[in-house]
């Protein structure tokens, strides 16, 4: 490299040139990063955190999200159903949720229940189809609705591919349910979804969904939403077209679960869901009008939000003292919610786990009978004995800090757990940069973002 004279262009030995006011800029942005931290060391943070039983116990007092598998079995077929070919499972079983069971399961939680001024327990009905076992749900509403407590309000949800909506829409509608329908998009993106035949089924639930919207449009519009599997027959701006046109939403989307799959079956998994993926041809333009539906979008104001130093999503995170490569809080690792914390999931075969969305080999305690058996202690163990086995990789992780992965998604299991989201230095540069590029080059996004996104 040559000697720096800032009245002189600068060569640098990779090739990269910058006039004498660019020099400046430069200047000014790395003094920039380094006030915000980006140059501290990797392994600074202080991985000595744990989960107490205490904190358990606590947690137990304030479930935020109770979950029953209503029922193990399913009136579909989808392709990509994880208990489908594609992903290693135990077969699909065909048990139900008995209502005697699930009363005494929130009899027990209810008991436990920490005093609180306003006190919400959201209760959600998951399947297979959830209503399949519509009795249960029926009894468990009427049941909570008649619970003698002025203390704590319940809230009814439920994921459905909606087959059998019109005929129980008047009960949710009468409850208040928030619901949730699974489809992907139009007819072509929504072709994974099939029926038991292995039929189509966008014809008949296109029409079922139209029906519901014409006789409970006030319902409608405020309690029923939209979940889409990405892959590669749709993606975000296909699906935001579909639903804003057809019924003047958006839909909730996340990637098709790459995880777990059956070594026999990569490749095809590969070529049916991944293989020449729907591009959007105006993505710029769906950025800006989706903001943070768009995965993009999401991811960028994560990045801002956490890396920009510029942007705060409240009064707490302005006045956080950051570490500035001092060792001052004890984390714990990754981003796994503390256990019982959030949502409690209950499946129909008798175990308890942090939530539907992992495997089952991680149950946190297991219920008979409707009686709970939980071994605080036990749990606590278990999920310190994973930061353990995390750790290392967390410490040289320059994602550390800011965290998106649940342990449970990392293999935890084996003897190397591995995380897809751990991020070298070279990981994080590009991660960064291109962060950042797409920032510079379009400011006016950026402003979009902040000003519009950070509010919603
Ligand atoms: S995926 Fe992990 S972090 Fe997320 S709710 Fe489930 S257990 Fe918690
Ligand atoms: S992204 Fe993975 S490796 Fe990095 S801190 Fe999180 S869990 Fe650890």
Same mark, same amino acid.
């Given at each position: 490299?040559?000697?720096?004279?800032?009245?002189?262009?600068?060569?640098?030995?990779?090739?990269?040139?910058?006039?004498?006011?660019?020099?400046?800029?430069?200047?000014?942005?790395?003094?920039?990063?380094?006030?915000?931290?980006?140059?501290?060391?990797?392994?600074?943070?202080?991985?000595?955190?744990?989960?107490?039983?205490?904190?358990?116990?606590?947690?137990?007092?304030?479930?935020?999200?109770?979950?029953?598998?209503?029922?193990?079995?399913?009136?579909?077929?989808?392709?990509?159903?994880?208990?489908?070919?594609?992903?290693?499972?135990?077969?699909?079983?065909?048990?139900?949720?008995?209502?005697?069971?699930?009363?005494?399961?929130?009899?027990?939680?209810?008991?436990?229940?920490?005093?609180?001024?306003?006190?919400?327990?959201?209760?959600?009905?998951?399947?297979?189809?959830?209503?399949?076992?519509?009795?249960?749900?029926?009894?468990?509403?009427?049941?909570?609705?008649?619970?003698?407590?002025?203390?704590?309000?319940?809230?009814?949800?439920?994921?459905?591919?909606? $087959? @059998?909506?019109?005929?129980?829409?008047?009960? *949710?509608?009468?409850?208040?349910?928030?619901? +949730?329908?699974? /489809?992907?998009? !139009?007819?072509?993106?929504?072709?994974?979804?099939?029926?038991?035949?292995?039929?189509?089924?966008?014809?008949?639930?296109?029409?079922?969904?139209?029906?519901?919207?014409?006789?409970?449009?006030?319902?409608?519009?405020?309690?029923?939403?939209?979940?889409?599997?990405?892959?590669?027959?749709?993606?975000?701006?296909?699906?935001?077209?579909?639903?804003?046109?057809?019924?003047?939403?958006?839909?909730?989307?996340?990637?098709?679960?790459?995880?777990?799959?059956?070594?026999?079956?990569?490749?095809?998994?590969?070529?049916?869901?991944?293989?020449?993926?729907?591009?959007?041809?105006?993505?710029?333009?769906?950025?800006?009008?989706? $903001? @943070?539906?768009?995965?993009?979008?999401?991811? *960028?104001?994560?990045?801002?939000?956490?890396? +920009?130093?510029? /942007?705060?999503? !409240?009064?707490?995170?302005?006045?956080?003292?950051?570490?500035?490569?001092?060792?001052?809080?004890?984390?714990?690792?990754?981003?796994?919610?503390?256990?019982?914390?959030?949502?409690?999931?209950?499946?129909?075969?008798?175990?308890?786990?942090?939530?539907?969305?992992?495997?089952?080999?991680?149950?946190?305690?297991?219920?008979?009978?409707?009686?709970?058996?939980?071994?605080?202690?036990?749990?606590?163990?278990?999920?310190?004995?994973?930061?353990?086995?995390?750790?290392?990789?967390?410490?040289?992780?320059?994602?550390?800090?800011?965290?998106?992965?649940?342990?449970?998604?990392?293999?935890?299991?084996?003897?190397?757990?591995?995380?897809?989201?751990?991020?070298?230095?070279?990981?994080?540069?590009?991660?960064?940069?291109?962060?950042?590029?797409?920032?510079?080059? !379009?400011?006016?996004?950026?402003?979009?973002?902040?000003?519009?996104?950070?509010?919603?």
């Amino acid at each position: 490299m040559q000697s720096l004279d800032p009245t002189l262009p600068l060569t640098l030995d990779n090739g990269l040139s910058f006039t004498p006011d660019s020099i400046h800029d430069q200047v000014i942005k790395y003094k920039f990063y380094k006030r915000s931290g980006y140059f501290k060391s990797v392994n600074s943070l202080n991985f000595n955190g744990k989960i107490l039983p205490s904190t358990i116990e606590k947690n137990i007092g304030s479930i935020q999200q109770v979950i029953f598998e209503v029922t193990e079995s399913c009136n579909f077929a989808c392709s990509y159903c994880t208990y489908s070919k594609f992903y290693n499972n135990k077969p699909r079983g065909n048990k139900t949720f008995r209502f005697e069971d699930a009363k005494k399961i929130l009899e027990t939680i209810l008991s436990k229940r920490e005093k609180k001024k306003k006190d919400v327990l959201i209760v959600s009905f998951y399947g297979g189809e959830p209503l399949k076992n519509f009795s249960f749900i029926k009894q468990t509403v009427e049941y909570l609705k008649s619970y003698s407590s002025n203390q704590t309000t319940f809230r009814f949800n439920m994921t459905t591919n909606g $087959l @059998l909506l019109k005929r129980y829409i008047p009960f *949710l509608v009468e409850h208040s349910f928030d619901i +949730s329908i699974s /489809l992907d998009g !139009d007819e072509i993106a929504n072709s994974f979804r099939k029926l038991k035949n292995h039929n189509p089924s966008f014809p008949i639930i296109h029409q079922i969904i139209d029906d519901i919207r014409k006789t409970y449009p006030v319902f409608f519009d405020k309690k029923v939403s939209f979940l889409s599997v990405m892959h590669n027959k749709n993606n975000p701006a296909s699906a935001y077209r579909f639903f804003h046109n057809e019924y003047n939403k958006s839909t909730a989307t996340s990637d098709i679960n790459t995880q777990n799959i059956a070594e026999a079956y990569k490749q095809e998994f590969y070529d049916t869901f991944l293989a020449d993926p729907v591009r959007d041809p105006a993505e710029k333009k769906t950025m800006k009008t989706l $903001l @943070l539906k768009h995965p993009k979008v999401k991811e *960028l104001s994560y990045m801002a939000e956490k890396y +920009s130093g510029v /942007l705060f999503e !409240d009064y707490y995170q302005l006045m956080k003292n950051h570490s500035n490569g001092k060792a001052t809080k004890s984390y714990i690792p990754t981003a796994t919610c503390s256990p019982f914390s959030l949502r409690t999931y209950f499946t129909a075969d008798g175990s308890i786990l942090p939530c539907e969305h992992i495997n089952r080999i991680f149950e946190i305690g297991t219920w008979a009978k409707g009686e709970m058996r939980i071994d605080i202690t036990g749990i606590a163990n278990q999920y310190n004995h994973y930061y353990q086995k995390i750790r290392k990789y967390c410490e040289q992780c320059y994602m550390a800090e800011n965290c998106k992965e649940c342990i449970f998604h990392t293999g935890i299991e084996n003897e190397h757990p591995q995380c897809e989201l751990f991020m070298n230095k070279h990981k994080f540069e590009q991660y960064l940069s291109g962060n950042f590029s797409t920032i510079e080059n !379009d400011y006016a996004l950026f402003l979009r973002i902040t000003d519009h996104a950070f509010k919603e």
